[in-house]
């Protein structure tokens, strides 16, 4: 199930609020194993039925060949007692600003990849990772924490 906040209110003073104009987009996915809110999460690939392969959800991992089709950060799960476990439904952010698990060097402007620690983002080195940018950090991490942009290829 697709959701989008791509409403936006341009005048000044919106009563809105300050997430008005985000334009994130989620989608809900199954987890394939227990996730933590701000994993950087991929498509299950090592599911055996095709339909599953894209409805199940594994954290991001370069080191595991299945776990390499990045779709998001998590944002929450939509279960009744908040369960991030395998089989919750779970929320994840497939493009907009939320906050990620990140490797300890990101800064403001950081381009960042899947890596292999698993549901963690790592900075983009030219001609040492070959993996598409996943986000783009909006601040420098906190305790391995950053507001980040994901860049939507889903």
């Not at 919106?14 to 991929?42: C, H, K, W, Y």
């Not at 909006?138 to 942009?149: G, P, Q, S």
Request: charged share 15%; proline share 1%.
């Amino acid at each position: 199930m697709a959701s989008s906040t791509q409403l936006q209110c341009l005048n000044d003073g919106s009563s809105f609020g300050s997430t008005t104009s985000n334009r994130r987009q989620t989608e809900i996915f199954l987890a394939s194993e227990t996730l933590v809110v701000g994993d950087a999460v991929s498509v299950d690939l090592s599911k055996t039925d095709d339909g599953d392969k894209g409805l199940y959800i594994v954290k991001a991992d370069t080191g595991t060949a299945t776990d390499r089709a990045f779709v998001g950060i998590v944002l929450q799960s939509v279960e009744p007692d908040g369960a991030l476990t395998a089989g919750s439904r779970i929320e994840v952010v497939t493009r907009g600003l939320v906050t990620a698990n990140v490797h300890a060097t990101t800064v403001a402007g950081s381009q960042l990849v899947i890596s292999a620690v698993a549901g963690q983002l790592l900075l983009k080195v030219a001609g040492t990772n070959l993996y598409p940018v996943a986000a783009m950090a909006a601040e420098a991490d906190t305790a391995n924490l950053a507001k980040v942009y994901v860049i939507s290829n889903f």
